[in-house]
């Protein structure tokens, strides 16, 4: 009989115009991929049989060009097939109302239970191998004007009732330390501007408190203009922008996850998907919306949306947002539409890394905002294991395939992933991986969003177990058991590397992370030896004396002071400790910012926009440094 791959046979991928999307890893547990053949670009299409089981003898099956696969709207547009399949009719189907002032929640469903929060039986995950009790004593700062307290407990207000359930769906027992700050913060009405580790629960960090009032207060109804044309218009309450159209379709999913049974119906998005699609699909409802700042805007110009009903604007990654490659497109989402302005909405901001200049461009989009620094911030979690090795580039290859082969369990067992500097590389790399003998898959910004996604689903499954991935992945994903990051090319900006080595050692679990370092690296040796010692991580002895060679600062920040509130930078009384008096000076004028003087006391950053301090301001220019933490976005974007 003839053999179907299982992402063949599955009705909800339709296989449109001849083949589906990412040659077929999906075979690997069947003929494994020793010998199988699997593809790491290019459906197979016709040549599809004689690769299966044939070997893949260099490329020779997959099909490399681009023939096989149903872009766009066939193959494996998963999420657009939700749109109007499966997906979106079990979560409307369980969908809750909000009567007379109070929140009725919709029927439970133990199908789409098990969807949204898998199989309690079966798995282990969530609050079983996750150790936050590391992060208990780990150093807070809270800065800003009348902090509240953390809380303790879920339990505490102001979390909602059916959150609460959902939240106990998902097996989370207590919040997390960033989750403990930002829940009665966001619950107070405040803005908030959060630092906190990858992989910390910065997610929950957000939605919970954004949901959490939504259940609450329910949805302003939207006034009819009379114009037939605006009926088909959304008006969302929340809004979350995300870099990249993988880590909005997560957070898309945690806000289904979290918004069952209840009146808030969640909306995802971004680019390289059906335009139209997304759009019917947001005419069921969209109350709150992901989206990646590209699309949105193309949505907003072509009037599908109205953020004029925005209560709350989440910036995702935010420094990334902020950065010089996307802050255009922000300004034109928050200041150039119909958003409320910062006194009307909560803006609430999130990231592992904050550098001062796009602090001090945030401030724009924020009201008397409070500044929460949770971990070293811009540091790495010690739970991630870090060994530089010196390796030069043409060594490289044999360099990961000695690592990939090693007989060190902890090296190999569960998911690799490895960061390239470009996407031609990231081909070269998989393709080489494959031809020796190893299950890798990769992801980059060439490559359509269908195959995007099927990458990275075979990686989750393990069915690819190593990714070779490019910027694109470094920010925010959430990958259960990616044991090992290989930093195959270093980034030029020591942030990236922050991001990306935090793809492992999440929620408390244990991670390694390789890079291979040589003289070509050396602008960032000394930021790495600062975050080493700071992680408490070994430093080999060449890296020490690179780093003394002088020149050299890459792209990245000096490390020494990590990130905190720029607004104490003038000395202004900062306490630190849980709660901050808002006694930090003020800043420069509106360009520049810092000011070694500022009136510090306790006018605060009133004022003319920004208080009358700061002689010295960080520049002039706002975004004269800005590109130091811009990693060429041209790259991956
Ligand atoms: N309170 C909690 N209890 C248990 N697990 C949690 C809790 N909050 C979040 N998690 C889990 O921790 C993991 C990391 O969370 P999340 O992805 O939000 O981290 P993050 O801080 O946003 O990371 P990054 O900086 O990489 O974006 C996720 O798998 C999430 O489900």
Redesign the pocket.
């Known amino acids: 009989m003839a053999y179907v791959p299982p992402h063949r046979s599955r009705s909800d991928r339709g296989d449109s115009e001849g083949g589906n999307s990412e040659g077929g890893n999906s075979f690997g547990h069947e003929g494994g991929y020793q010998r199988g053949g699997y593809g790491s670009r290019g459906g197979y299409g016709n040549s599809y049989g004689s690769n299966y089981g044939g070997g893949y003898g260099s490329r020779g099956g997959y099909g490399r060009g681009r023939g096989g696969y149903g872009r766009g709207r066939g193959g494996y547009n998963r999420r657009d097939n939700e749109y109007s399949s499966r997906g979106s009719y079990g979560r409307d189907k369980c969908r809750g109302t909000f009567v007379d002032g109070a929140q009725k929640p919709g029927a439970k469903d133990k199908k789409v239970e098990l969807e949204l929060f898998g199989d309690p039986e079966k798995e282990e995950k969530?609050?079983g191998g996750?150790n936050?009790d590391n992060y208990d004593d780990i150093p807070v700062e809270v800065s800003g004007e009348d902090a509240p307290e953390p809380i303790d407990k879920f339990t505490c207000p102001p979390i909602e009732e059916l959150l609460m359930e959902n939240i106990e769906l998902s097996r989370?027992?207590?919040?997390?330390p960033?989750?403990k700050y930002s829940i009665p913060i966001v619950g107070a009405g405040r803005d908030l501007m959060a630092c906190?580790q990858?992989?910390?629960?910065?997610?929950?960090g957000f939605l919970f408190p954004v949901l959490s009032s939504l259940f609450k207060n329910g949805p302003t109804p939207v006034e009819s203009d009379g114009n037939i044309f605006s009926k088909r218009k959304v008006h969302p309450m929340a809004l979350v922008l995300a870099p990249t159209r993988e880590l909005a379709i997560q957070n898309f999913e945690e806000a289904k996850k979290f918004s069952y049974r209840s009146w808030v119906r969640p909306c995802v998005v971004y680019g390289g998907s059906d335009f139209h699609a997304q759009v019917r699909n947001m005419s069921r409802g969209c109350d709150l919306i992901v989206a990646t700042p590209g699309r949105l805007n193309d949505m907003l110009e072509r009037g599908c949306v109205s953020l004029s009903h925005i209560k709350f604007l989440v910036l995702d990654e935010a420094d990334r947002m902020l950065d010089m490659g996307f802050e255009p497109q922000i300004r034109n989402i928050v200041e150039g539409c119909d958003m409320p302005g910062t006194t009307e909405r909560q803006t609430l901001m999130f990231s592992?890394t904050f550098p001062r200049e796009i602090q001090a461009m945030a401030r724009d989009f924020l009201n008397n905002y409070i500044f929460l620094s949770v971990g070293k911030v811009g540091s790495t979690s010690e739970n991630i294991t870090q060994r530089i090795m010196y390796v030069e580039d043409e060594d490289k290859k044999s360099s990961l395939l000695d690592i990939l082969s090693s007989t060190d369990d902890t090296l190999t067992t569960g998911l690799t992933l490895i960061f390239v500097e470009t996407k031609r590389m990231a081909d070269i790399l998989s393709d080489f991986l494959i031809t020796q003998n190893f299950p890798a898959t990769s992801i980059h910004g060439d490559r359509t969003q269908s195959e995007r996604e099927h990458a990275l689903e075979l990686f989750k499954s393990g069915r690819s177990p190593i990714l070779v991935a490019t910027a694109v992945a470094a920010?925010?994903l959430?990958i259960?058991n990616v044991t090992h990051v290989i930093n195959y090319d270093l980034p030029g900006d020591i942030d990236d590397y922050v991001?990306r080595i935090?793809r492992t050692g999440?929620?408390g679990n244990t991670g390694i992370a390789t890079a291979f370092f040589n003289r070509g690296n050396r602008n960032v040796a000394k930021e790495l030896v600062q975050l080493l010692t700071d992680s408490k991580q070994e430093i080999p002895d060449f890296l020490k004396n690179i780093s003394r060679e002088g020149s050299g600062r890459g792209r990245g920040r000096s490390r020494n002071a990590p990130y905190r509130d720029y607004r104490r930078s003038n000395g202004g009384g900062y306490r630190g400790g849980n709660s901050y008096g808002g006694d930090y000076g003020g800043y420069g004028n509106n360009s520049g910012f810092g000011g070694n003087s500022g009136n510090s006391g306790n006018s605060g950053y009133g004022g003319s926009r920004y208080g009358n301090g700061g002689n010295g301001g960080f520049g002039g220019n706002k975004f004269s440094s800005s590109s130091s933490s811009s990693n060429s976005n041209s790259q991956w974007w």
């Open positions: 969530s609050a996750i936050f989370f027992t207590k919040p997390t960033v989750q906190a990858t992989g910390s629960g910065k997610t929950g592992a920010r925010g959430d259960p991001h935090g999440r929620a």
